[in-house]
């Protein structure tokens, strides 16, 4: 049974940030919810507390950069770009700080609905200019997320999972090196963040059904690897599906999109997430699977590309355990 | 850099070269130059520890805004001297006083005169809205009420460095508008930053008109000091007061200096436009003529040869 992982980031942060002095600890009142409330209780001169002011958090952060330092900002994604959108843009994005933004409860992981869900937020920060996105999609990549957020020379945009994460990976994150989880021949998969336990989940009972799934996890979603996904893309028979935690307009979906439409490749590509909707307060769970971006919902759209019936539902499903990937083909091979 | 003039020559040759740079360009920033002139001349002049410029003083032209694929970029801070931990350094919060500002750089001889001359022109880094590549700008500001919250950023990051330079911040009063305003002064009394400090043109002027008609904000400086700054109160065209104002203590808060001023000083012919001041241009050439000999007259100049 996979490993489960309690609060990864709280432990990874301190340990990277007690290392380097010049990385700074900023929080707007979500201290504890973003798991950093032990740093802040055990090492309270790196920690700022910045009030519930986002929009002075992050052109104070820019002035911080102007200084030397590295702050690393915690908060919900959703408030590190909706109301302090030009603060972001002016302060942060424009002047490349060097400003970690560790967004918390991405997509659907909340249950505290629009207000709180990070949905548009990848289309958002994929458009901006001078910035770099990343997404952990296990408990090693939440780990790694702190340093190769600090590696990045400029902004960086992080979705970060918390709580209890499964660990699905043994090698740690690299930016800019996606992961070929399998490499099947009927379709390809492309995922990343919470989606990818989803589709691994889907795979096993593909598998079995007999249909071949070429598996791609996304850790770095830009700069997008339009070519590696590309040449995934031509080795595969019947097409593509994305499967993302965030609106299929803007993100991994649409990146896919123009990646095959610039290369003038025709493949279908079915695109799952958020349909041009917004989500509203649940479980992680059920809202998966009301708005059609759990397992099932990939085998769905699997058939629909194959024209074939594989007879699997949730009861497949559930039976179906999430191993761990070390026997996937690595990374690193690639 | 030794003072080739004094403060008030040098507030009396900002008025003068907005002034011609507004003849010659069918308007401009006028009214901008008649409140803050005294404010700019002081921070270049006196207040501020600055070093010798680090770009030419020709500015060169527009070289790119920051990426990857743009090593040589620079910012237009160079004109207010080098990043020493000693020196200060200096944000020009409402960036549309930029006219001004590259007025105060030739009068205290950090750019030569030529500057203004590319000012708003196609491929310039003068550009009419200071951006951060312009002469003696730091960062964008275009965007106003960010300014506070960047000199906090910065200043919390030099004093916990041990640095000695001081940050301080040019505002507008039309800033206290904005929310973000008040978290930037929040954020540095709570934090002690008292290595920041402002001084605001409080000329009662924003784009629309006056402000009590656009939106009333009541006592700024009660506010202020709620918010958990030190403030002093002055006569923004009285040196003496400002100086007085800038050896106020302020020990474990900012302090904001508020300078009351009025938007037609020195230029007393504005008065007419009362109140929609924020971009002075011409209605006629007879009234640019007009404006030419009466303000020309009031500033001890002779009026500008503009071509007609």
Redesign the interface.
């Known amino acids: 049974m996979v490993e489960m992982v309690n609060r990864p980031y709280a432990g990874a942060f301190e340990k990277y940030a007690v290392q380097h002095p010049e990385v700074l600890c900023l929080s707007a009142d979500l201290t504890s919810s973003c798991e950093i409330d032990g740093f802040r209780d055990r090492h309270p001169g790196q920690f700022l507390s910045m009030g519930m002011a986002e929009q002075n958090m992050l052109s104070f952060a820019g002035g911080l950069g102007l200084a030397g330092f590295r702050p690393f900002i915690h908060t919900f994604g959703v408030f590190l770009y909706r109301r302090p959108y030009d603060q972001l843009m002016a302060s942060i994005a424009y002047p490349r700080r060097k400003v970690r933004l560790m967004g918390f409860l991405p997509g659907v992981t909340t249950p505290g609905g629009m207000t709180h869900q990070a949905i548009e937020d990848i289309s958002i920060m994929r458009t901006i200019p001078n910035m770099t996105v990343l997404e952990a999609g296990d408990a090693t990549e939440v780990e790694g997320i702190v340093e190769a957020a600090d590696s990045i020379d400029g902004p960086v945009y992080c979705r970060v999972l918390r709580g209890s994460v499964p660990r699905l990976f043994d090698s740690p994150l690299k930016v800019g090196e996606l992961r070929v989880l399998s490499e099947g021949t009927d379709v390809l998969v492309i995922t990343a963040g919470i989606t990818t336990e989803e589709a691994i989940r889907a795979r096993g009972a593909l598998e079995k059904a007999g249909v071949s799934v070429r598996h791609l996890h996304l850790n770095t979603l830009k700069p997008f690897d339009a070519a590696t996904i590309l040449a995934h893309a031509a080795e595969v028979r019947h097409g593509i599906v994305t499967l993302e935690n965030h609106l299929v307009a803007g993100g991994i979906g649409s990146m896919t999109a123009e990646a095959l439409a610039e290369a003038g490749m025709a493949k279908r590509l079915i695109r799952l997430g958020l349909q041009d909707t917004y989500a509203h307060g649940g479980s992680r769970p059920y809202l998966m699977k009301y708005y059609g971006m759990d397992a099932l919902a990939l085998v769905r759209a699997i058939e629909e590309l194959t024209g074939q019936q594989t007879g699997i539902g949730e009861e497949a499903l559930e039976a179906v355990r999430v191993d761990a990937v070390h026997s996937a083909v690595k990374a690193e091979a690639l | 850099m030794e003072n080739q003039k004094t403060t008030e020559e040098v507030a009396r040759g900002i008025r003068r070269r907005v002034f011609e740079h507004s003849m010659r360009n069918n308007g401009g920033y006028l009214s901008q130059a008649c409140s803050a002139a005294e404010q700019l001349a002081f921070l270049y002049n006196e207040a501020l520890n600055l070093g010798q410029p680090t770009l030419p003083e020709v500015p060169r032209p527009f070289g790119g ?4 694929d743009n090593p040589d970029y620079v ?1 237009g801070a160079g004109y207010n001297g080098p990043f020493e931990p000693h020196y200060d350094r200096l944000f020009i919060a409402p960036a549309h006083y930029a006219l001004v500002a590259y007025a105060t750089l030739i009068e205290v001889g950090r750019m030569a005169p030529e500057g203004l001359e590319m000012f708003n022109k196609d491929g310039s880094s003068v550009e009419m809205i200071g951006a ?1 590549h312009s002469p003696g700008m ?6 106003l ?2 300014g506070l ?10 004093k ?2 041990g640095e000695p330079g001081e940050v301080c911040v040019f505002m507008s009063d039309g800033e206290v508008q904005e ?2 305003t008040w ?2 002064v ?2 540095a009394a ?2 002690g930053i008292d290595n920041l400090w402002a001084i605001m043109d409080v000329n009662r002027q924003q784009c629309d008109g006056a402000m009590d008609s656009v939106m009333e904000v009541g006592d700024i400086a009660t506010k202020l000091r709620d918010f958990g700054a030190v403030v002093v109160e002055i006569d923004g065209h009285d040196l003496d007061a400002m100086r007085q104002a800038k050896a106020e203590p302020h020990e474990g808060r900012p302090l904001i200096i508020l300078a009351n001023t009025s938007p037609t000083q020195g230029m007393s012919f504005l008065q007419r436009r009362f109140p929609r001041l924020h971009y002075v241009r011409f209605k006629s050439e007879e009234e640019r003529a007009e404006m030419n000999r009466e303000i020309a007259a009031e500033l001890g100049i002779a009026p500008i040869d503009y071509g007609h």
Not at chain 2, 65 to 68: D, E, R
């Open positions: 805004v920051p990426s990857a910012t951060e730091e960062v964008h500001n275009g965007t009420g960010i919250s960047t000199g906090a950023g910065l200043a919390w990051g030099r916990r460095k929310g973000q978290e930037a929040q954020a709570h934090h």
